[in-house]
T-cell receptor
Framework: GESVGLHLPTLSVQEGDNSIINCAYS??????FIWYKQESGKGPQFIID?????DKRQGQRVTVLLNKTVKHLSLQIAATQPGDSAVYFC??????????????FGAGTRLAVHP | EPEVTQTPSHQVTQMGQEVILRCVPI?????FYWYRQILGQKVEFLVS????????KSEIFDDQFSVERPDGSNFTLKIRSTKLEDSAMYFC??????????????FGPGTRLLVL
C-alpha cells in the first residue's frame, strides 16, 4: 500500500503502552467531533465521536476528551496494539446553511506501534 | 455491516479528459458527500448532496466538478476536464440524517486518481 501523510507528525509507542493523540480545532460553532483512523490506502474509518455538550466519552480501549475552552480534543488508546498503527484524524462537524453539516478534518497524526 | 463502496479503486487519465468516480452509499442513508485527499495532506470537503441537489460546496468544487444521483443507489463525481492538480484520493461518504443532526459520516475506501 501507499503512504498517506508523508509529512505528518508521528507518535511512536511500544506495544502495550497507552497512546494520546491531540487535536486543536478552530471553529467555535463546531458541535460534534469525530476521530477517524486511516490505514494506508484506505478510507477514514470511524473510531469514536463526542458531542459538544460532553467532555469525555469512552469506547472500547479508546477515550475521547473534549476541552471546549481551549478548543482541544484528544484521543486516548489504551494498551496500544500493532493493529492500531495508522494515521488518526480528528474532524469537527460544522453546521452550515439549510441545516446541513460538513466535516473539517485536522492535519492528522501518524501512530507507529513498535513490538 | 453495511459500507460505502467506490469504483474504480484507481484511475489514471490524461490531462483534459473527463473522469467519473462512482460511489454506492449505505442504502438507508440520505446525505452524501465527496472529499478529497492530496497525498500527504488532510482530507478536504468538496460537496454535500441531499434530495437530488447540492447543499454545500467548497471553493475547490468549481465548475469543472459536478455530482449526480443517477439512480437509487449510485452517487457520482464528475470532473469534466482534469488538471494535474486534481490528482488525489477521492472519498465518498454518507450519513443517515444530516440535517440539523450531529451524525457520523461513513467513508468509502476511496478512488486514487492520477492525472498525467
Amino acid at each position: 500500500g501507499e503512504s498517506v501523510g508523508l509529512h505528518l507528525p508521528t507518535l511512536s509507542v511500544q506495544e502495550g503502552d497507552n497512546s494520546i493523540i491531540n487535536c486543536a480545532y478552530s471553529n467555535s460553532a463546531s458541535d460534534y467531533f469525530i476521530w477517524y483512523k486511516q490505514e494506508s490506502g484506505k478510507g477514514p474509518q470511524f473510531i469514536i465521536d463526542i458531542r459538544s455538550n460532553m467532555d469525555k466519552r469512552q469506547g472500547q480501549r479508546v477515550t475521547v476528551l473534549l476541552n471546549k475552552t481551549v478548543k482541544h480534543l484528544s484521543l486516548q488508546i489504551a494498551a496500544t496494539q500493532p493493529g492500531d498503527s495508522a494515521v488518526y484524524f480528528c474532524a469537527e462537524n460544522i453546521p452550515i446553511s439549510g441545516g446541513y453539516n460538513k466535516l473539517i478534518f485536522g492535519a492528522g497524526t501518524r501512530l507507529a506501534v513498535h513490538p | 455491516e453495511p459500507e460505502v463502496t467506490q469504483t474504480p479503486s484507481h484511475q489514471v487519465t490524461q490531462m483534459g479528459q473527463e473522469v467519473i468516480l462512482r460511489c454506492v452509499p449505505i442504502s438507508n442513508h440520505l446525505y452524501f458527500y465527496w472529499y478529497r485527499q492530496i497525498l500527504g495532506q488532510k482530507v478536504e470537503f468538496l460537496v454535500s448532496f441531499y434530495n437530488n441537489e447540492i447543499s454545500e460546496k467548497s471553493e475547490i468544487f468549481d465548475d469543472q466538478f459536478s455530482v449526480e444521483r443517477p439512480d437509487g443507489s449510485n452517487f457520482t463525481l464528475k470532473i469534466r476536464s482534469t488538471k494535474l492538480e486534481d490528482s488525489a484520493m477521492y472519498f465518498c461518504a454518507s450519513s443517515e440524517l444530516g440535517t440539523g443532526r450531529q451524525e457520523t459520516q461513513y467513508f468509502g475506501p476511496g478512488t486514487r486518481l492520477l492525472v498525467l
